[in-house]
Each structure stands twice: as structure tokens, then as C-alpha cells.
């Protein structure tokens, strides 16, 4: 399936990007007044190979949840089972992401890729139900046993539990290259359901207490940073416990120099079972053709990891916010995307990119339904 589905990621349409050009210099403004907004909404055309790109509607947030064997180090102060309670919190429609996605009129799926306590269920989960804690998979139950629907009003539960928690990474590595593998595809197969419910714009989301940490070693990894300027403090640790963390990350390059040429490796050794399953949804909505719009810094970690596996990836990207945490910036600039709100948030599940939502879709808009100056009977300079 990964192979498949990198084999199907194709450079942007620069046809359909210079009629996004043309257009834009015959509509009713002065040429260039909109901004970075023109500039996205070419690369948009050539993504989708056309000239106005679709509606990036509706709109579908896939969060990602797992937890970290890194956590025992100390490197968080919240406990491990506050991933699954936040779980019941997004289910519940409880969450900042759940108040943002009903603004927005986004569907959201939350998905049991590696969370280590058990889940609750209800109405919006999946049949298959998570197996007890400590328990571990032989592979991911099938993602979306049922159809996907994009219903903003319910949010949905997939349990696809590649293993309970990834291993401690200053220990061994994090996951086995199947593990990582497993979870990557997982990644594919809801971008697929997803998109084939009608989704026009996917947006990233992330759960797992402790991701900052390998979401720094990922960043460290792929881009060559230092781990310092590489790690932030999360969820807002002291100065003792940030250099602890640091310390953390450091130490887990060293033990297993992952090669930033092979992403597969990378993402097994230092990675999270949420960050893996991102990057896989990112190449799933780059073969598709279809933006994915993402979050903070563990959906920016995943999307290095998803430009290794595809360099074509990138175009799929959008950037919707630049989070608090260092290392988003270090990746966004390695990645050469501009981020399109700055609001100083690190809270993560998608919400600032469901806060850049309507940035993206505005851009698209304008190509569809502003006035050229011939048809509006407008004299131009």
C-alpha cells in the first residue's frame, strides 16, 4: 500500500498554476493585493490540476492518538491515561477541537492508533473495541469497519491499534519497521475513507501525552537541527524538566542515528505511533490529490517524515498555523511552507488548523466567484 501510494504522488499541474496566475491578474483588484492568499490558491490549482480548484469542503479532522514509552523518563507532567480521557473529552464533543470543528462545520474522526489505556466507547466507536490495556496487537484492527460519514455533529471513534504505547526510545527503538509500517498505512486507508465520504480538505489532528518529545527527535532527525533549537516545552514544563527533555531527545539521536533517507526507519526508532499514521495520511491526501491541512508541531514532525518518503508530498501541504513550540518553525522551514495564522498556540488536535480553515477556503473562493474586470465592466489601469 505505501509503495502504491507514493508511486501516485505527481508534481504539481503547472498548467493549471499559471491559469490560476492569468486569472488572478484579470480579476477585479490590483494584481498581487491578496497576498500569500494567491499564491495558495495557485498552488491549490495545481494541485487539484485545474483552474479554480475545488472547494476545500466539506471539511474532515482526523485525529491521531497514541502514547510514548519516552513518557517514563519524566519528560511530561501530565499522567499517560489523560490520553484516553481526552478521547472520551473529543467524543463527548467536549474539546477546543470539537468547539472549533462546529464553527467550521468540520467532521471528526479520532483514531486508536496506540493509546495504552483503555477507551471508552459508545455510539460513535467503531464495533471492533480496544483490547485491554497492556495488551498488543499482532497489527491495526481494519480502520473504518463501517463507511465514513462526515457527520460535523458526531464524532466518530476507529480503533486501529497498531500496539499499546510505542517501546521507551532511550531504551530500544520506539516501534519495529512493521509497527511503524502498520501504522503509516493506517494513515493511507482513513485518508482514503475519508475522501471517498466526500471530504475536500483534509486537517490534521494529534493526542498522545509525551508527543512533543519524539515529535522533536523527528524534527532533529529529518532537518539536522540541533535537539536544543529542535525541542520546546509542550504542555508547559520547567526549566529543569525542558532541559531534561532536551537531554531526552539528544540522547536518543545518538543512540540509534536515524537516517533522514530512510523515513520509514526514522519514524521506528524515534517516532510515535500518532506521528507515523500523520504521515501517513499526508501521502494518502497527496495521492488523491486532495490538501491536507496541518496543525502544530506533530503534524509538521509527520510531514517531514511524509516529504522523505514523497518529495512530491509538499504540495499537498498547507500550514496552518505556527505553533509556540521551536521546532514547528525549524520544520515549516525546512519544508518551505509559510504558515497562515500565528496565534502563539500549542494545544494541538487540529485546532489551529481548523482555525486556518476559512483562510484556505477564502482563497479558493476568489477564484470562483470574483468579478474580471471584463465582466464587470470595470476599467483596469
Not at 29 to 56: I, M, T, Y
Not at 228 to 247: E, F, M, N, Q, S
Not at 334 to 342: A, S, T, Y
Amino acid at each position: 500500500m505505501l509503495e502504491t501510494t507514493i508511486a501516485a504522488i505527481r508534481p504539481a499541474d503547472e498548467a493549471a498554476m499559471a491559469a490560476a496566475r492569468e486569472l488572478h491578474g484579470r480579476l477585479t483588484k490590483p494584481a498581487g493585493s491578496l497576498g500569500a492568499l494567491e499564491d495558495l490558491s495557485v498552488r491549490l490549482a495545481g494541485l487539484a490540476g485545474a483552474c479554480p480548484p475545488p472547494l476545500p469542503e466539506p471539511a474532515a479532522v482526523a485525529i491521531f492518538a497514541g502514547d510514548h514509552g519516552v513518557h517514563a523518563q519524566g519528560v511530561s507532567p501530565w499522567p499517560q491515561e489523560v490520553t484516553g480521557q481526552m478521547i472520551g473529552n473529543f467524543l463527548a464533543g467536549g474539546a477546543v477541537v470539537n468547539a472549533f470543528a462546529r464553527q467550521a462545520g468540520a467532521s471528526v474522526t479520532v483514531v486508536d492508533v496506540g493509546v495504552a489505556t483503555p477507551l471508552p466507547t459508545g455510539p460513535s466507536a467503531d464495533p471492533a473495541g480496544p483490547e485491554p490495556a497492556g495488551s498488543e496487537p499482532a497489527g491495526p484492527e481494519p480502520a473504518g469497519s463501517e463507511p465514513a460519514v462526515l457527520d460535523p455533529a458526531v464524532p466518530r471513534l476507529v480503533v486501529a491499534s497498531v500496539r499499546r504505547g510505542t517501546r521507551d526510545f532511550t531504551v530500544t527503538a520506539a516501534l519495529t519497521r512493521d509497527e511503524a509500517l502498520a501504522a503509516v498505512q493506517t494513515g493511507i486507508r482513513i485518508a482514503d475513507e475519508l475522501i471517498d465520504a466526500g471530504a475536500g480538505i483534509l486537517l490534521t489532528g494529534d493526542m498522545g501525552i509525551g508527543n512533543t518529545t519524539p515529535a522533536a527527535a523527528l524534527i532533529a532527525a529529518f532537518t539536522g537541527a540541533d535537539p536544543l533549537d529542535a525541542t520546546g516545552r509542550g504542555t508547559g514544563i520547567d526549566d529543569p524538566t525542558y532541559a531534561h527533555k532536551v537531554a531526552v531527545v539528544r540522547s536518543a539521536l545518538a543512540r540509534h542515528s536515524p537516517d533522514p533517507a530512510d523515513p520509514l526507519g526514522v519514524l521506528a526508532a524515534v517516532g510515535g505511533l500518532e506521528h507515523a499514521a500523520l504521515a501517513g495520511l499526508i501521502l494518502g491526501a497527496a495521492a488523491r490529490r486532495t490538501p491536507v491541512l496541518l496543525d502544530g508541531v506533530i503534524a509538521v514532525s509527520a510531514a517531514l517524515a511524509a516529504a522523505a518518503f514523497a518529495p512530491a508530498a509538499v504540495g499537498a501541504m498547507v500550514a496552518g498555523h505556527r505553533s509556540a513550540e521551536p521546532g514547528a518553525t525549524v520544520a515549516l522551514r525546512h519544508l518551505g511552507l509559510d504558515p497562515l495564522i500565528d496565534l502563539g498556540l500549542r494545544l494541538g488536535e487540529g485546532t489551529g488548523a481548523l482555525l486556518a480553515l476559512p483562510v484556505v477556503t477564502g482563497a479558493v473562493r476568489v477564484l470562483h466567484e470574483v468579478a474580471t474586470f471584463d465582466s464587470a465592466g470595470v476599467a483596469e489601469k
